[in-house]
């Protein structure tokens, strides 16, 4: 063979060899699936970074949201057929969407209420199939708690219900009860419906507000935090977001502390790890956050035990 030729043909041996050198490794797709604005994007983008996990290099965010819940299983079978690697959801109702779509993509939540209650998962140590992920937990009894401890005279407590009866509202009618408290579910379906809530609390002779974590509030946490101020009714929100913004109190799991967690299970997952192996996440630590600029606005007094507890007082 002349040299010419040989030369000729080895360049195009080697110019697939070239191609694939320059595409570099693989680039993983995970879908993002949400009730509302999806709040983990970015701080989920930066945790995983710390990872090796690099958007627009070796990873790729599919977000999908939804304005109402019924919209969840399309958009959930959409990510689908997209052929994602893994997809997060955020919300019990997104993480059961995704559940009912798919039992071969990887599925990793974050989640406010019991994942085995909800089915799931099997149990929160061996989750088995093909979901895990993060679990803040039901807390409503004790933020009902720090409630009537701010406001010791008030006998009933509304909260916006997004969801119909379930065993989480009547642990929290159970709660009521043990603190001499009448709770008040008022129907909340979307954003429209939250201006209307306080109005509605008012008329049902609420002395309280008790901001139940579901996923969809949290974009709103704002808006209603200023809603409770202007109707002069007290609450209680689950996020410090509530608080920060006017909401008299919140309590919750620390800010972000789950998303380093979840980042180390998409890690795991996405190197060949199975999810059912990987136990599901729970928050390690809890914040109460006071402020009282809104207590003055709305002439309560907080008794100086429960500001003492505090981790943060704003003034």
């Given at each position: 063979m002349?040299?010419?030729?040989?030369?000729?043909?080895?360049?195009?041996?080697?110019?697939p060899l070239?191609?694939?050198?320059?595409?570099?490794?693989?680039?993983y797709?995970?879908g993002?699936?949400s009730e509302?604005p999806?709040?983990?994007?970015?701080?989920?983008?930066?945790?995983l970074?710390?990872?090796?996990?690099?958007?627009?290099?070796?990873?790729k965010?599919e977000?999908?949201?939804?304005?109402?819940?019924?919209?969840?299983?399309?958009?959930?079978?959409?990510?689908?057929?997209?052929?994602?690697?893994?997809?997060?959801?955020n919300?019990t109702?997104a993480?059961?969407?995704a559940?009912?779509?798919?039992k071969?993509?990887?599925v990793?939540?974050n989640l406010?209420e019991d994942?085995?209650?909800?089915?799931l998962?099997?149990s929160?140590?061996?989750?088995?199939?093909n979901l895990?992920?993060?679990a803040?937990?039901?807390?409503?009894?004790?933020?009902?708690?720090?409630?009537?401890e701010?406001?010791?005279?008030v006998?009933?407590v509304?909260f916006?219900?997004?969801?119909g009866?379930?065993?989480?509202?009547?642990?929290?009618?159970?709660?009521?009860?043990?603190?001499?408290i009448?709770?008040?579910?008022?129907?909340?379906q979307?954003?429209?419906d939250l201006?209307?809530?306080?109005a509605?609390?008012?008329r049902?002779?609420?002395?309280?507000?008790?901001?139940v974590?579901?996923?969809?509030?949290?974009?709103?946490l704002?808006?209603?935090?200023?809603a409770?101020?202007k109707?002069?009714?007290?609450?209680?929100?689950?996020?410090?977001?509530f608080?920060?913004?006017g909401?008299?109190?919140?309590?919750?799991?620390?800010p972000?502390e789950?998303?380093?967690?979840?980042?180390a299970?998409?890690?795991?997952?996405?190197?060949?790890a199975?999810?059912g192996d990987?136990?599901?996440?729970?928050?390690?630590k809890?914040e109460?956050?006071?402020?009282?600029?809104?207590?003055k606005?709305?002439?309560v007094?907080i008794p100086?035990?429960?500001?003492q507890?505090a981790?943060?007082?704003?003034?």
């Amino acid at each position: 063979m002349e040299r010419r030729t040989f030369l000729s043909v080895l360049g195009l041996l080697a110019a697939p060899l070239a191609a694939e050198a320059q595409q570099g490794e693989r680039v993983y797709r995970i879908g993002l699936l949400s009730e509302g604005p999806h709040p983990l994007s970015r701080p989920l983008a930066d945790a995983l970074r710390e990872l090796g996990w690099v958007e627009g290099k070796n990873l790729k965010f599919e977000t999908r949201s939804a304005d109402r819940e019924d919209q969840l299983p399309s958009l959930a079978a959409e990510l689908v057929r997209l052929k994602v690697d893994l997809i997060l959801t955020n919300g019990t109702r997104a993480a059961r969407a995704a559940k009912e779509a798919t039992k071969a993509i990887h599925v990793v939540f974050n989640l406010g209420e019991d994942p085995v209650a909800n089915r799931l998962v099997a149990s929160f140590a061996r989750p088995g199939g093909n979901l895990t992920g993060f679990a803040i937990g039901l807390y409503d009894d004790k933020a009902l708690e720090i409630l009537k401890e701010a406001l010791p005279g008030v006998r009933r407590v509304a909260f916006p219900a997004a969801a119909g009866p379930g065993e989480r509202f009547a642990l929290l009618h159970a709660a009521g009860r043990a603190l001499g408290i009448e709770i008040q579910g008022i129907p909340v379906q979307g954003p429209s419906d939250l201006d209307g809530f306080f109005a509605a609390a008012r008329r049902a002779g609420a002395g309280g507000v008790l901001v139940v974590n579901i996923a969809w509030f949290r974009p709103y946490l704002e808006r209603i935090g200023a809603a409770s101020v202007k109707s002069r009714l007290p609450a209680i929100g689950y996020y410090r977001q509530f608080a920060e913004v006017g909401g008299l109190l919140s309590y919750g799991p620390a800010p972000f502390e789950n998303v380093p967690r979840l980042a180390a299970q998409i890690d795991k997952i996405l190197k060949g790890a199975k999810p059912g192996d990987l136990p599901v996440e729970q928050p390690t630590k809890f914040e109460l956050v006071i402020n009282l600029k809104t207590a003055k606005a709305l002439g309560v007094t907080i008794p100086q035990a429960l500001l003492q507890r505090a981790d943060e007082v704003i003034e």
